[in-house]
């Protein structure tokens, strides 16, 4: 009987401890992340046994759908499971409805009915039923839906050891959905109940990164108390490199370079950092600072872009000649290019040719013979054969370079001189005198002829270019010629100052001379000898101002002299603009003359001298790139022009005396031209281009119109150029009207 009683016990403990078991199952999945998710009531963690102890032990007779429905789970007959906890769920015993409710729950998760089972999960949570098992399993799917705020928000409900879990797996799931703003919250949380743990300082570093908030993350890199690592040192290095960038972009080039420097100190090989260094020190005007980094990076590495980058501080320093000398000897064809690039891009295409050797660059054969011929036309109005001068020439050049970006030019050029037909008896040279004896008539005034000019250059190309002009005044006219000359020096887009002596082509007399035609003399033939310069500054870019300044001393035979100064400021922006540069702006012109000599009467000059000239107004000039097989350059400039000339006496350097005339000639003798004020609108258009025809041959031509003085000046030109070696682009695109008439 007692074996029997036993018996009962035993298969009584055994019911219930299957029934137990029914209920609860374990199926258990893997995260990316290493972190599990729960399928089943048995892998409930932290559940309160005592609570569980202490409910009352539901009846058995209601086990039996329960475990059945269990038992289906278990085989995966999630439909035929599902109606069995629905039927549980119509018992009367609370924890029988639970655990059906709690069974249904996890069935409809398993059938992709996941709203439905966040609904009951919900109720459940709410009840703390199994809270140990029902949170994580409702956070699982709030998980998976993405919703992580209400996944966070059970985190509070959870086990110590399970939220942390789950907090960091929230952590790292809002980090690659790139919320970046909820894993800083996460992380940080983790990072301060944990603060010797690397992972949590790195990630939420890693958050702030992405968020651009690199002094916060770099902050909390530097309060680490942990060893530096190999990781926080990349990161640490990481946050100020962009920090630095930040601040640079910023033009924050002193906090740049702070951060940089810290950057360094980590990874002193960085070379973006140390270039970004250079760069700051660069803009900070620390040239000496940025050329220590330059250098170094140009010695370690040797590279196009490290040349390139001192070459552009040696340059803005004035000192890189020598450098500029070693890359044209290097034996390594690129930098032989960078060098010859320079040498091109500052207007020594000869240099450049010497420099570096190859058909696709755009200085080929830069430095070999060449030659070009002008048909030349320029027509200024005024008082027929006096003030008026209509000139035709016909320029005839040769240029022949050499080594070392030297070149020698030798230039021939015929010239026809029309003033128009002169009246019979002219008011010019010694007037007075037909007025003192009736028998003096006039003489033949020069109003047209031929004449010719000789001119020899030597141009020498490197940092500063020169360019040395020797040759005479027009040969063939009344006056004796002289010599003129030009000496210049500049960089291209710097400065430029040159001395010079020229010939005042605004008359035949002030041109070539007249001889008296109440007499034997002659007189005119004016050269002014002066000297000339400019700077350009760089503003904000693309914003320039300029400055030209300049004095010149005219004189001539039996001409009085003369003294002029003379100035222009300009400022303006340049742009892109289609294949070329678009430049645009205000100016304003000045310029002083001593007396008055614009007059026909002998010893003055026949040339416009006001006592005050100015004129301002906005100017307009598009002009296309180098390194092209055409160049065209259009400028135009409107302003308001205003000047006033003094009075002047009829008669200088005479020989003669008031004392000796009669009292019609005495009074022309002693008598004055009167002053004269003008404003009005003063206009200058020029237009020039060059087109390659084929690899031997470019034609080219321009007009201009110049009304800003008292006459208004018309040109018109035509050109031919014949290669000696085939060409592809065009090595030199100066002002044509300059080189015509220098």
Known sequence: MKILINICSICLLLSTHLSLVTA????????SDGSHFI???????GENRGQR???PKPSVTHRGPLAEAWKLYRAKKYPKAKRLFQKAMQAKDAEVRDEALLGLGYTMKNIGEHAEAMAILGKLVQKDYRSAETVPALAELLFAAGDWEKSGELL????????????????????RAQDYQCAIEHFSTLYSSDPQEEEYLLAC???????????EASNLLEAWEGGMSTEIASVMNRLYKQKGDSEYKKKNYAQAEHYLAKALKIDPWDEGAMSLIGWSRYHLGDLDGALYVFRKKYRDSKSPESAGTLLLVLEKMGKESQFLSELAADQDPVLRKIAGDHFYQRESPIRAAQTFKSSDSCYYNCDTPWGELF??????????GLSKLTELAFPIRFHYPMQYGREWVVNITPKYLDAGRAPSEPYVGKFYRSLNDPNVNADSFDDSLWVWEPEVGYNIEDVVNYELRLGATPIGGAVDPMVRFFAQASKKDDWHVNLHQCSVKESILSYVGQTDPYGTKTWGRVLKTGIEGGR???????????????????????VKENHSIFGTASAGRTQLFGDGDLSYGLFFSSKHFRRNTDFFTFGHGGYFSPDIFYIYGPFLRYATDHCRDYWFDGRISLGYMHYETENAPHYHETGDAASDLNLSAGNDFNGEYEGDTESGLGVAVKLQGLKFVNDHAAVGGGVSLDSRSEYTEWQALLTLRLYFQPRKKLCRTKDLFRTVLP
């Open 24 to 31: 609860q199952e374990t199926m258990q999945g893997q995260y």
């Open 536 to 558: 350009t500054f760089a503003l904000l870019p693309p914003y320039w101002f300029s400055l030209d300044l300049g004095y010149d001393y005219y004189w001539g035979k039996n």
């Open 53 to 55: 102890k202490a409910d």
């Open 375 to 384: 048909g030349y036309y320029r027509h200024r109005d005024g008082d027929a």
């Open 156 to 175: 509070v409900k959870m086990h110590h050891k399970e939220r942390e879990k789950w907090r960091k797996r929230l952590a790292w799931s809002c980090y």
């Open 39 to 45: 399928e089943t009531p048995k892998q409930a963690r």
């Open 205 to 215: 570093c890693y958050a702030l990164e992405k968020l651009g908030r690199w002094e």
